[in-house]
Each structure stands twice: as structure tokens, then as C-alpha cells.
């Protein structure tokens, strides 16, 4: 089972940018699909990026597309989100969020929550206008 643990998040304005980590602990994460979702005040958790088994294949939700960028080191077991040109509406707390590769479609991303098994607790970006 692997533990994830979000940092990173943070006070910034408007058209800055923040990089969030999701460092994890008790597997390796090569043995992993990743994903960052986030959650707004008031609103349902919602998909941001995803990351396939081997890397090879990346996708983004749109309203973060072109401004966001997702990637991973595996010999830190971590992943990160870099974020550019931030908005007001970027605001949330930021989950990460594991799938374990079971031997089927190495470059398969996941934007689903339900087919993540393992999540952070997750960490607030605030963006000031």
C-alpha cells in the first residue's frame, strides 16, 4: 500500500505560479498511474492531470490545459504539479491520487475519482486576484 503526502500549496497572486509535490511512501510510485484533482469551497472534487503507469502519456482537464503541467520522478517517488498563469478560480485544495498498474494498458491515463485507489490529504493553493 502506498501513502501519499501533498506539499507545496500556498498564498500567491494572480498570473503567478505555484509547484505542488506528492511524495510517497511504502511502494514505489513507478508502480503507479497518478492523478491531481482539486476541490473548490462549495463545489464537487473535480479532475486536473493525469499520469499513465510509464509516462508516456499525459492529460489535462480543461480548464487547467496549457497552464498546468504534470510529471513524476520516480527516483524520488515523487510527483509534482506545475502551475502557471494561476487564477482566482485555481483555488482548492489539490489531492493527488494513485492507481496501481495491474498489468494492462501501460500508457492508459485515469480522470475518473473512482479509479484511483490511493489519495493525500491534500494541500490548499489560494489564489489572490
Known amino acids: 500500500q502506498v501513502q501519499l503526502v501533498e506539499s507545496g500549496g500556498g498564498l500567491v497572486q494572480a498570473g503567478g505560479s505555484l509547484s505542488v509535490s506528492c511524495a510517497a511512501s511504502?511502494?514505489?510510485?513507478?508502480?503507479?498511474?497518478m492523478g491531481w484533482f482539486r476541490q473548490a469551497p462549495g463545489k464537487e472534487r473535480e479532475f486536473v492531470a493525469a499520469?499513465?503507469?510509464?509516462?508516456?502519456?499525459?492529460f489535462y482537464g480543461d480548464s487547467v490545459k496549457g497552464r498546468f503541467t504534470i510529471s513524476r520522478d520516480n527516483a524520488k517517488n515523487t510527483v509534482f504539479l506545475q502551475m502557471n498563469s494561476l487564477k482566482p478560480e485555481d483555488t482548492a485544495v489539490y489531492y493527488c491520487?494513485?492507481?496501481?498498474?495491474?498489468?494492462?494498458?501501460?500508457?492508459?491515463?485515469?480522470?475518473?475519482?473512482?479509479?484511483?485507489?490511493?489519495w493525500g490529504q491534500g494541500t490548499q493553493v489560494t489564489v489572490s486576484s
Open positions: 511504502g511502494r514505489a510510485l513507478s508502480s503507479y498511474a
Open positions: 499520469d499513465s503507469w510509464n509516462g508516456a502519456s499525459t
Open positions: 491520487a494513485a492507481r496501481r498498474f495491474r498489468g494492462d494498458y501501460a500508457s492508459r491515463y485515469y480522470v475518473r475519482q473512482s479509479e484511483y485507489e490511493y
